[in-house]
């Protein structure tokens, strides 16, 4: 199985701030990451696939880039709904693989 | 409009089978590259990718969990069945399905989901 590690695991910002999470696949994943929010109680939400192409009706202060085995998801003006809990996830093998997880939290 | 909606038993006992159902509408398993899967999130802890069905009854299963998981679908229907055998307390979680597109050149991803449902192992 192909690991993906999440750095941090948690996070205190504030609105406003510029955040980066990165995620790093255990081998070349090339580029099929993607990255998740998921808020208490709900559904992960796909925010960006293909490591960089964000996804339809995700705000574009939400980035990602990456290749191989190595990827960031950037927030450039963290917003009070942002904060929340974020997956980056491979696709390259079977099994798909999900990192451990980064909370943000507010400051 | 795409939505995904699961169903099942919200407890189970210790060494039984659990049968969820995730109805879907908005698109169909019977079109090329259309994929459903489930995933699951034991309480506060990360996401686990269980299964998947293809539009072409190809299936995938966790390596880990495949001597106990079963997947198939019902085109007919709009539904994919997964069923999990000896249920255990660890296996107590957020069971969700979600949509995969397999489109040329493009990487899959979990693109729409259902809310989930808390399945709960005890006796």
């Known amino acids: 199985d192909i690991q993906m590690t999440q750095s941090p695991s948690s996070l205190s910002a504030s609105v406003g701030d510029r955040v980066t999470i990165t995620c790093r696949a255990s081998q070349s994943i090339t580029g099929y990451l993607s990255w998740y929010q998921q808020k208490a109680g709900k559904a992960p939400n796909l925010l960006i696939f293909a490591a960089s192409t964000l996804q339809s009706g995700v705000p574009s202060r939400f980035s990602g880039s990456g290749s191989g085995t190595d990827f960031t998801l950037t927030i450039s003006r963290l917003q009070p709904e942002d904060f929340a809990t974020y997956y980056c996830?491979?696709?390259?093998?079977?099994?798909?693989?999900f990192g451990q997880g980064t909370k943000l939290e507010i400051k | 409009q795409v939505t995904l909606r699961e169903s099942g038993p919200a407890l189970v006992i210790p060494t039984q089978t659990v049968t969820l159902t995730c109805t879907f509408s908005g698109f169909s398993l019977s079109t090329s590259g259309m994929c459903v899967n489930w995933i699951r999130q034991p309480p506060g802890k990360a996401l686990e990718w269980l299964a998947r069905?293809?539009?072409?009854?190809?299936?995938n299963y966790s390596p880990s969990l495949r001597t106990r998981l079963t997947i198939s679908k019902d085109t007919s229907k709009n539904q994919v069945v997964l069923t999990m055998t000896n249920m255990d307390p660890v296996d107590t979680a957020t069971y969700y399905c979600?949509?995969?597109?397999?489109?040329?050149?493009?990487?899959?991803?979990?693109?729409?989901w259902g809310h989930g449902a808390l399945v709960t192992v005890s006796s």
């Open positions: 996830q491979q696709s390259s093998s079977i099994p798909w693989t």
């Open positions: 069905v293809d539009w072409d009854d190809e299936k």
């Open positions: 979600a949509r995969t597109s397999n489109l040329i050149e493009v990487p899959p991803a979990f693109d729409f």
